[in-house]
């Protein structure tokens, strides 16, 4: 990563106190040399983009593909994800989007884009505005109407190369079938390429495969060496030219990530390749694309564009270290997609399971001991999958069962040091190690540009497309769920020693700093989280200070989260265009009245998880195990919960402040259920596990109501 998260780090702490070749290597090296041998390419002179959909870094091998190995090690590299609107990404989509600058979909059958119809020596994409007349694609043909109100000559070759620079008619000024059609490269100031080889054979009837591979090795290795045949074949007539390739869609029902390279004047031989779209050094998504070409030859990007232009980052290593790297990125977000459905079902499994055995075995005051490791075990869970990025295991052989060995033994290292360190005889002791752990990892990764989130079980993939920077939903809930169970440990304390309005300035400020955190553009670029984190906030303040909570005031703090968001997010809006995170986009669609779909896709998305058979049943069985053990705390739990709230008073408002954000970040979140559910996930267990630590220090079990045993200040 960059070394601006330092910067975004003193910006938000200020706040908080204010992207058949089989040629022989020596022709490979030839090609490349009459490809480089011109002058350095100004900005506004001519781009050329290649599109091979489906091209991986793992079918490029000096042996396979020489000349897309020569030019890789002459240009920046990096992964592109190619998420358009489906879960998978036709060429006509990926073609669609680097048209519309936006991701875009055209619905229904999706295969290769149609065939356009020879107009003079250009050509013309066939009843063009349907796509928005019919499929509401409203912002196609926006790169080749801005090219060409600016005066620049396109051309195209391929029929995905022509919808990707047709301009709003569908008109393209040159136009080739294929590579090998084409005379004189330099008749366009913006070239595009469509090498279909790679994907062809996994296109039946004009719709993507819907298997994951349907080829074999050898076959896939036939098409890869097919294709950079092909980009050898014209590669030296290019001149000087920045190339731009890209393995635009994907090539099969299961997505990856893609190869992306960069050779132009200031792209490096030994770069990456990245874009502030994605916050990654690495990684660049197809809108990107459109932006890139725009912006380096001399054209202003229209509104609608949401891509950013493409940089280079120098960085170490030989070619063979880099390709390396990027093949292991898209190993691992394929293994987080693969294996996210396995983790949550057996986390929802673990967790009813954990209320059950808790309530047979609390009801006889049998086994505490166990339950009391079990409760911390599960509260360990969350923050060990993202302390695992910090290990290799996406290069073993075996990464996926590699990664939960992993968790499992971070979990347990973290269980044996919160029970057996000096503070395990402290009721809030365990409670506020596993606690001030998962905020201190979710905090320093967010100061770094969130290497630990990415390809994480419980945070987000390049793979998936869904975010790529800032805190998840799910880190959210984890985040503000151990942010005010640490404060409301530590102002347990100050209260007992009688300074009440430190604790409640502590509760306010730590959590404030966190909440910034969370919603400051570049940094968390969270909205929904900011929204639920300042009406938890402010319940666990106004508990500790001993005052009353009501409807009102909660509604109120809510309305004060929205508000605070808007402003965040209005001082993104301010800002250039191609710097602006979705906060400021929002801004912007609110102005122009095209927020709706956005609320209403959210909306969906929300309710839709109510029916999760991974996350309900965490909510119903957490949510029911409180209420039986406040109510029926004799016979539902030997009274721990509320021998915890006797022994450490302060515990009762940490976990509420939680249940707010919790429930209101499931209300404002598309992740809906997910956000309730992790931060009953954390905050049940470790509150059990204190009321036990309270039990066995052998107080007498309160009747539901009655005022328990007094507190000592000791016992904290």
């Not at 048209?99 to 250009?122: D, K, L, W, Y």
């Not at 909660?554 to 989260?561: E, I, V």
């Not at 009245?593 to 309900?616: C, D, E």
Request: some cysteine.
């Amino acid at each position: 990563m960059s070394g601006t998260w330092v910067k975004r780090a003193v910006v938000a702490i200020v706040f908080g106190v204010s992207v058949a070749a089989s040629a022989p290597a020596a022709a490979a090296s030839a090609a490349f040399a009459a490809f480089s041998a011109g002058p350095e390419t100004a900005a506004g002179e001519r781009v050329v983009l290649v599109g091979i959909p489906g091209l991986m870094w793992s079918d490029i091998t000096p042996a396979d593909t020489p000349n897309l190995w020569r030019l890789a090690g002459e240009s920046a590299l990096g992964s592109l994800s190619v998420r358009a609107v489906r879960k998978d990404t036709c060429p006509y989509d990926a073609w669609l989007t680097v048209s519309a600058g936006v991701r875009s979909a055209v619905g229904g059958a999706c295969g290769m884009a149609p065939t356009p119809e020879a107009a003079g020596e250009g050509a013309v994409v066939p009843e063009f505005s349907w796509l928005w007349e019919v499929r509401e694609q409203r912002d196609a043909g926006t790169l080749g109407q801005a090219l060409h109100a600016a005066g620049r000559t396109t051309m195209a070759v391929g029929p995905g190369a022509a919808l990707a620079l047709a301009d709003r008619e569908g008109r393209v000024d040159v136009y080739a079938p294929s590579p090998a059609e084409v005379t004189q490269w330099s008749r366009g100031d913006v070239v595009a390429v469509e090498i279909p080889d790679l994907v062809a054979p996994y296109i039946s009837g004009d719709r993507l495969s819907d298997v994951p591979e349907r080829l074999s090795a050898d076959a896939r290795r036939a098409a890869a060496r097919a294709a950079d045949a092909k980009l050898g074949s014209f590669l030296p007539r290019l001149g000087s030219a920045t190339v731009l390739v890209a393995g635009l869609s994907d090539h099969g029902s299961a997505p990856h990530l893609r190869a992306a390279m960069l050779h132009g004047p200031d792209s490096g031989t030994a770069g990456t390749l990245g874009a502030r779209s994605t916050h990654r050094d690495d990684m660049i998504i197809v809108p990107d694309l459109t932006a890139t070409i725009l912006a380096r030859t001399g054209v202003a990007a229209p509104p609608a564009v949401v891509g950013v232009p493409v940089e280079t980052h120098a960085t170490g290593g030989n070619l063979d270290e880099r390709v390396t790297a990027l093949r292991t990125a898209d190993v691992a977000g394929q293994t987080i997609r693969d294996t996210t459905g396995v983790f949550f079902t057996t986390l929802a499994v673990l967790q009813v399971l954990f209320y059950i055995t808790a309530f047979l075995l609390l009801r006889r005051r049998d086994g505490l001991p166990a339950v009391r490791a079990a409760a911390v075990a599960l509260a360990s869970i969350p923050v060990s999958t993202y302390l695992v990025n910090l290990t290799p295991w996406a290069r073993t052989a075996q990464p996926a069962v590699t990664l939960f060995a992993a968790i499992a033994a971070i979990t347990a290292a973290l269980t044996v040091a919160a029970l057996a360190g000096p503070w395990r005889r402290g009721v809030l002791g365990p409670l506020t190690v596993i606690a001030a752990v998962t905020a201190a990892v979710l905090l320093g990764d967010l100061l770094t540009g969130t290497p630990l989130q990415l390809n994480s079980l419980m945070g987000y993939t390049g793979v998936v497309g869904a975010r790529y920077y800032g805190l998840g939903n799910i880190p959210f809930a984890l985040l503000a769920t151990a942010v005010l169970l640490v404060t409301t440990a530590a102002a347990d304390r100050l209260v007992r020693a009688g300074r009440k309005a430190v604790a409640v300035a502590l509760v306010a400020a730590l959590g404030a700093f966190a909440m910034l955190l969370d919603g400051w553009p570049g940094v968390g670029s969270d909205f929904g989280g900011v929204i639920a984190f300042v009406p938890g906030i402010a319940v666990t303040a106004l508990i500790v200070a001993g005052r009353r909570v009501s409807i009102v005031k909660l509604g109120a703090f809510c309305a004060a989260g929205g508000v605070l968001v808007m402003a965040i997010a209005y001082l993104d809006y301010l800002r250039p265009p191609a710097s602006q995170t979705h906060l400021g986009r929002f801004v912007g669609q609110v102005a122009d009245g095209t927020f709706l779909p956005v609320i209403s896709r959210k909306l969906g998305a929300m309710l839709s998880t109510l029916l999760s058979p991974n996350l309900m049943p965490v909510v119903l069985a957490a949510f029911a195990f409180l209420v039986f053990a406040l109510l029926r705390p004799g016979a539902a739990s030997a009274g721990v919960l509320p021998i915890a709230f006797e022994r450490a008073p302060m515990l009762r408002a940490g976990l509420l402040g939680a249940l707010v954000s919790g429930l209101v970040g499931m209300l404002v979140n598309d992740s809906g259920a997910a956000v309730l559910s992790m931060a009953l996930a954390l905050a049940v267990p470790l509150v059990l596990s204190a009321g036990i630590r309270a039990l066995q220090h052998g107080e007498p079990v309160p009747a539901a109501g009655s005022p328990g045993p007094p507190a000592s200040p000791a016992a904290a």
